[in-house]
């Protein structure tokens, strides 16, 4: 067949609202071919997965393309009957969603669902449906399939489950597929292995395929051609070396540049701190600047659960989530805890704060004591004070039907930091200091966007004048831009408040910016640790090795910014 | 498995407690010599048989006796009836059984396909009108209604009977007043009046879950992945709607037991809340502990059977995963 596969023609999607309509995607033009993948980059807001649900027909209610056409070879869907879009749903494009897990569901095995999604497509019996999605499923590279397939979602893992989910979006043998963030729930090391099947599949069967991602590394690793979107409008197009290696548009060059990078730490990190205001020297006051030596440190470790599946007689099973030989952070020191997930990070940072207790092992504070022995309210009062902790998620992490400025005082009032009339003051302050208009305690959590709601969790954390923060994962659930603004922030704090931090994170890249010692962590062990500069460096296991060379990189494209020859291999 | 297990232990503990409660009622309210001794029965006498009736004995002697009887079916003897209280009870428990029955089959088949209709069609006509008569079916009192029906079909159109249960049919080896039509013309008014409130709950109660399952990402993935409507509601949505449905549905339809009393005193049938209405009265304490039981033991049942269903269709928990 001559002419492109998908033509996107001027394309403008409308949200009506009450207070006006809302234009999600304006002017935009776009083209796919066979056996092509197509990048759409942006952050969130950008569209970018808005105008993959109207190729599919499926924009969110009340969303509506109101002008532009979308055309599957030379077919315009717009004009389409819904009952004529519905069929082409599955048989012509097919689609793959962010989060596995959730894509599936869960109360049907996979077998069930492949089969049913061939039958229904496929129009043959049921039998050979079975017979066909056991193919499938081996076709997408899982193992042992015949036994897989009586298994439920719930049984996979999520590099698994994301396979699954590509062979049901691929039963009706669909000309296009759109990948909506088909990686970003994924760990590194299986993000890899996705890409690489999504990349074979497309040059096999000569399918087209639309990836849309916020992941810079993702594209440079995957697509042929990409376009670049801000606030719905194209920002920039070409093929994916020339637009990440040499951006023309200056929001590209700012994307690229946001991207932490793994092959060295930034020296924008570690800018000398500006001034050292007022809120400053009161959050100081919390600090006993000339102690040295260990802040924390602990006896060997261990987390176990008890496993749901063990018998109701018998002994139970344990599942062992953390057993590490012990650990100590310095003061001042941040310490990066990386891993996949289910590694046991999240879990070892609970039980360093307090927040679970260890099966056996016991941790020490040079300031508290040991940390079973904090029994008095008045010692845990103060414990708490000094611990705080930045979740992951700033969206569940503050309370809704809080105004931020009840959020911030809250904390001050019960620890008796400061009196009554002080407190709208160092509100306003604290605010201000991590980068908010101090007027901005007057609203409400849900008026923020996620990086200024995790500010606002930030200078909640601070305003207790902690020594000890736990940072989980923090910046992993913003857009690159405002990570960079994040990580900055609390470099600055760490370097201005002397702050000490246990920094979890899965993203080597972002570890690598802000840690001065870097521990590995895999299957509930700590395979590495040693020196920042030296894990990535010169890293000691095969593990951290694997990880690293996994990981989606983006310094190709850095050392392509100025001059355009191949991408320099990593 | 060990799921079932584990719930089954936790339901003998809880039908354990409620007995304490029976008991405690026997041990608190009023005196049982004095109930059934005569004014002229000296203190000497009065003493014997309180010791020949074990009163003396230490209470968790007493509380055991009382818990091994009551699993042999032996509630002691009504005061107010002087008979055996499990023979009143197996007496009057048919009629109850088959009324709450009756307007438990009538819930669940029109509130099931109504709830799945209002939530995909939520904007449609009929389900607005849908919900509006859920308003008034969950608000509406139903010793009002009852009056009300009898009105209508009793005293005006001459329809159906007002009260009392009809002839008993046996079918199987069954015997209802459910297998002859004089018996379902009677108790259609009391299962309908018993079974609207029901009815509006769990209508809304479908339908609030399938407006939040129709917005999962599964949904849109199945959607996505071509399937036709019928499949993605009647299949997907419908069985993920019914996993937190299912706990709700049980006890709303065991807690019909207990709004049985008022329609059974409006429609005068012969079950057990007009016992219950009598007992209370006359402070027939057995039979009280009795009724109490009873209807703990309901609860508790109708919460294990919910935990079975539960376990047939989550395979989540059939694995012990999340």
């Known amino acids: 067949m001559t002419g492109p596969l998908l033509e996107i023609e001027g394309l403008r999607i409308t949200f009506p609202h009450r207070f006006g309509d809302f234009t999600a995607v304006q002017d935009f033009d776009m083209r796919v071919e066979r056996g092509e993948i197509v990048g759409l980059i942006g952050e969130s807001g950008a569209g970018k997965s808005t105008i993959g649900n109207a190729v599919m027909g499926l924009l969110a209610q009340p969303g509506r393309v109101s002008e532009g056409r979308i055309a599957l070879d030379g077919q315009d869907l717009t004009r389409l009957a819904p009952g004529a879009l519905a069929r082409l749903r599955g048989r012509r494009i097919g689609m793959i969603f962010q989060d596995p897990m959730t894509s599936l569901n869960p109360l049907l095995t996979i077998g069930d669902q492949l089969s049913e999604s061939i039958a229904v497509l496929q129009a043959v019996p049921a039998t050979q449906a079975r017979r066909m999605a056991v193919e499938r499923l081996a076709g997408v590279g899982i193992p042992e399939p015949e036994m897989r397939m009586r298994q439920y979602p719930h049984e996979f893992s999520g590099g698994m489950r994301q396979r699954v989910v590509i062979a049901l979006a691929l039963a009706g043998d669909p000309d296009l597929l759109i990948a909506d963030e088909p990686t970003t729930a994924l760990d590194v090391s299986v993000q890899k292995q996705v890409l690489d099947l999504i990349r074979a599949i497309c040059v096999d069967r000569s399918l087209g395929v639309i990836l849309v991602t916020h992941d810079m590394g993702v594209i440079a690793e995957t697509a042929d051609r990409v376009y670049v979107l801000r606030h719905g409008k194209r920002v920039e197009t070409g093929p994916t070396p020339a637009v990440l290696g040499r951006p023309k548009a200056d929001y590209t060059r700012q994307l690229i540049g946001a991207i932490p990078r793994m092959d060295k730490r930034e020296t924008r990190f570690s800018d000398p701190v500006r001034r050292v205001g007022e809120i400053d020297r009161w959050l100081l006051q919390g600090q006993s600047s000339e102690a040295t030596g260990d802040y924390l440190s602990t006896t060997p470790l261990t987390m176990d659960f008890a496993n749901p599946r063990s018998g109701f007689w018998g002994r139970r099973s344990v599942f062992r989530a953390v057993d590490v030989s012990g650990l100590s952070i310095r003061r001042g020191e941040v310490l990066g805890l990386v891993g996949e997930s289910g590694s046991g990070k999240s879990t070892l940072g609970r039980i360093l704060i307090g927040l679970q207790k260890p099966s056996t092992g016991s941790i020490t504070y040079a300031d508290h004591g040991a940390l079973a022995a904090i029994r008095s309210a008045p010692a845990r009062k103060a414990f708490r004070r000094d611990v705080q902790v930045v979740f992951q998620d700033p969206y569940s992490a503050l309370n809704g039907r809080m105004r931020v400025d009840r959020i911030l005082a809250e904390p001050i009032r019960y620890h008796g930091l400061a009196s009554g009339k002080e407190v709208g003051r160092l509100i306003g302050a604290l605010l201000e200091r991590v980068g908010l208009p101090p007027e901005s305690g007057r609203k409400y959590p849900h008026q923020f966007s996620g990086g200024q709601r995790q500010r606002i969790c930030i200078a909640r954390a601070l305003s207790l004048r902690p020594r000890f923060l736990l940072c989980d994962e923090p910046t992993s659930a913003l857009d690159v831009s405002i990570q960079a603004d994040m990580l900055a922030l609390l470099m600055e704090l760490k370097r201005s408040l002397g702050l000490t931090m246990l920094f979890v994170s899965h993203d080597l890249a972002v570890v690598r910016q802000v840690s001065d010692r870097v521990a590995v962590m895999r299957q509930g062990r700590i395979v590495e640790s040693q020196a920042a500069e030296m894990v990535f460096e010169a890293p000691q296991t095969d593990y951290t090795r694997m990880l690293l060379e996994t990981a989606p990189r983006v310094e190709g494209l850095h050392a392509l910014e100025g001059t355009l020859t191949e991408r320099t291999p990593v | ?322």
């Not at chain 2, 549905?249 to 016992?275: C, D, H, N, R, Y």
């Open chain 2, 1 to 322: 498995m060990y799921f079932l297990v584990t719930r089954l232990v936790q339901a003998s503990i809880v039908m354990l407690g409620v007995a304490l409660v029976g008991f405690l009622v026997f041990q608190f309210i009023g005196d049982p010599v004095l109930a059934l001794v005569g004014q002229e029965t000296t203190i000497e006498d009065r003493e014997a048989l309180r010791e020949r009736l074990g009163l003396n004995d230490p209470l968790l002697v007493q509380y055991a006796r009382f818990v091994g009887n009551a699993l042999q079916g032996d509630f002691g003897i009504s005061y107010s009836f002087n008979r055996d209280v499990s023979e009143m009870i197996a007496e009057r428990l048919p009629a109850t059984i088959e009324l709450v029955l009756l307007s438990g089959v009538l819930a669940l088949a029109l509130a099931i396909p109504a709830g799945i209709y209002t939530g995909i069609r939520r904007k449609g006509g009929l389900a607005q009108t849908i919900m509006a008569l859920s308003v008034i079916g969950v608000s509406i009192p139903s010793f009002l209604l009852g009056i009300l029906l009898i009105l209508v079909f009793s005293v005006w159109l001459n329809w159906l009977p007002s009260f009392g249960r009809g002839d008993v049919g046996t079918f199987l080896g069954i015997r209802s007043s459910l297998f002859t039509l004089d018996g379902l013309s009677h108790a259609l008014m009391p299962a309908a009046v018993l079974c609207l409130f029901q009815l509006g709950v769990i209508l809304r109660l479908i339908r609030a879950e399938m407006l939040e399952v129709l917005r999962t990402d599964y949904i849109r993935f199945a959607w996505a992945r071509g399937l036709p409507g019928r499949r993605v509601y009647m299949h997907h949505a419908l069985k993920n709607t019914l996993v937190p449905v299912v706990t709700a549905i049980g006890l709303q339809l065991s807690s019909l037991f207990a709004f049985s009393i008022i329609t059974e005193k409006v429609f005068q049938w012969p079950g057990m809340g007009s016992l219950l209405l009598h007992a209370i009265g006359q402070s027939d304490i057995p039979l009280l502990a009795a009724y109490l039981i009873f209807v703990g033991l309901v609860f508790t049942l109708s919460n294990l059977v919910v935990d079975a269903i539960y376990v047939a269709i989550d395979p989540r928990i059939r694995h012990g995963g999340r």
